[in-house]
C-alpha cells in the first residue's frame, strides 16, 4: 500500500482502516533494510471536519495508546473544546501491553484490541486527528521485545523523526508537546519520541532536511512552541517515604516490577505552563475507561479521589521559545502567531 498523501491529512483527512499487515507483529512487505521492512506504514485517521481548517493546530507526540489518556488528557479536552484541532501522534500500537483474555474476544491480536480503544479514547478526547507512526511497542528496558526489527525504542531517531516531521508539515501546528528527556518513567519507547519529536521540531521548519518531502509538496513549517510535560512528582516522592512502611520496595513497582519509583522521583522538572483541567475531570475519566485492558476507567478507590484531588492543572515545560521570568503561563497558545484567540476563554 501507498504512503498517505502528505498533503490529504490537512486539505481532506482520509480514514484510513488499518491493514492486515500492520495488525499483528507489525511487519508488511516495505523495500528496505530489515528495521524499515519490519516497521508498518503511517496510518492517519481524520475524527472531526469540522475542525480540519482550524486556524490553531496542536500535535500531542507520545508512544503508546493510552499515554495521551492516562497523561494530559485534560490539555487535550480543553483545546479541543476550544475549537483548536488537536492531533495525536502515537509512536506505536501498543503491542507489548496487558491483555487480559475478556478484553481480546474479537481481536486477534493486542496491536488490533488497543487500536480499537484508541479510536474510542479519541472520540472521548474530541481529537481531531489520529496518527499512528507505524512502530512496535518496545516493552520496558531488557524485555525480549526490545529486539524486535520494528521496536519504536531501537529505530534510528532520524527514521522516527522523518515521519514525525512529515506529520508537522502536513498538519501544521504552531504548538507541539511531547515526553521530558526520562519519558516520565524511563519507559525506552517514551524517551525515543521524545528524542525524534525534538529533532522533528527543528527539522520541519529546514528545506534541507527530508527535502523529498518538500518535493512531494509539503511545505516547510516551523511549529513556535515546544513543551514536555510533567506531572506532580511530590506523590512519587511520598510513595517512596511511605512504601518501605508497608514492606513495599519502590525500586520494583509495577506488574512485572520494573518500575523505579526511585528513579522516577530523582527526575527533577520546572513546570512554565499550567493548562486548568479540573473541569474535564469526568471526560478525562471517559478517556481512560476506553483502555480498560490497561486498567482504565476503574471507578472509585484512592486513585481516583487522588486524581479529582490533586490533578486540577496538567503542568508543562517549555522548552521553545526558552522561558522566561514572566510567571506561569495558562495557555499553551499564548503569544502564538495567527491569532490565538480561539485558543482563550
Ligand atoms: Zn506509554
Request: glycine share 10%; hydrophobic share 40%; proline share 7%.
Amino acid at each position: 500500500m501507498s504512503q498517505p498523501s502528505p498533503t490529504a491529512i490537512e486539505r481532506k483527512p482520509v480514514v484510513r482502516a488499518s491493514t492486515g499487515n500492520t495488525a499483528g507483529d507489525g511487519r508488511n512487505e516495505d523495500r528496505g533494510d530489515a528495521r524499515s521492512v519490519a516497521v508498518a506504514p503511517m496510518v492517519s485517521h481524520a475524527l472531526r471536519e469540522d475542525l480540519a481548517d482550524a486556524p490553531l493546530r496542536l500535535l500531542v507526540s507520545f508512544a503508546h495508546p493510552d499515554d495521551e489518556s492516562f497523561g494530559p488528557a485534560g490539555t487535550i479536552i480543553h483545546y479541543a473544546r476550544r475549537g483548536v484541532a488537536v492531533h495525536y501522534a502515537c509512536g506505536t500500537r501498543g503491542e507489548v501491553g496487558e491483555a487480559p483474555a475478556e478484553f481480546m474476544v474479537g481481536y486477534d491480536t493486542v496491536a488490533a484490541m488497543r487500536t480499537a480503544e484508541l479510536m474510542g479514547a479519541a472520540e472521548a478526547l474530541e481529537l481531531t486527528g489520529l496518527h499512528m507512526l507505524g512502530y512496535r511497542d518496545s516493552g520496558m528496558e531488557g524485555s525480549p521485545d526490545n529486539a524486535h526489527p520494528a521496536a519504536l525504542a531501537f529505530a534510528p531517531v532520524d527514521a522516527v523523526a522523518e515521519r514525525l516531521t512529515r506529520l508537522i508539515r502536513s498538519i501544521q501546528p504552531q504548538v507541539v508537546v511531547t515526553f521530558d528527556p526520562s519519558g516520565g518513567y524511563f519507559h525506552p519507547d517514551h524517551i525515543q519520541m521524545h528524542h525524534a519529536t525534538k529533532a522533528a521540531f527543528e527539522a520541519a521548519g529546514d528545506p534541507l532536511r527530508y527535502p523529498e518531502q518538500i518535493a512531494e509538496g509539503l511545505s516547510v513549517w516551523r511549529p513556535q512552541k515546544l513543551y514536555y510535560a510533567t506531572f506532580p512528582r511530590g506523590l512519587v516522592r511520598l510513595a517512596v517515604m511511605l512504601m518501605p512502611w508497608f514492606g513495599k520496595d519502590p525500586s520494583r513497582v509495577g506488574a512485572n516490577e520494573d518500575i523505579d519509583l526511585r528513579r522516577i522521583a530523582a527526575v527533577r522538572q520546572t513546570p512554565t505552563a499550567r493548562v486548568p483541567v479540573a473541569a474535564y475531570y469526568d471526560a478525562r475519566r471517559a478517556a481512560a475507561a476506553c483502555h480498560a485492558s490497561q486498567g482504565g476507567g476503574r471507578r472509585g478507590g484512592l486513585m481516583s479521589l487522588v486524581s479529582r484531588l490533586f490533578f486540577r492543572h496538567d503542568g508543562w515545560e517549555r522548552v521553545v521559545p526558552p522561558p522566561a521570568n514572566r510567571g506561569v503561563e495558562r495557555d499553551l497558545f499564548d503569544g502564538v502567531l495567527g491569532g490565538r484567540g480561539a485558543a482563550t476563554s
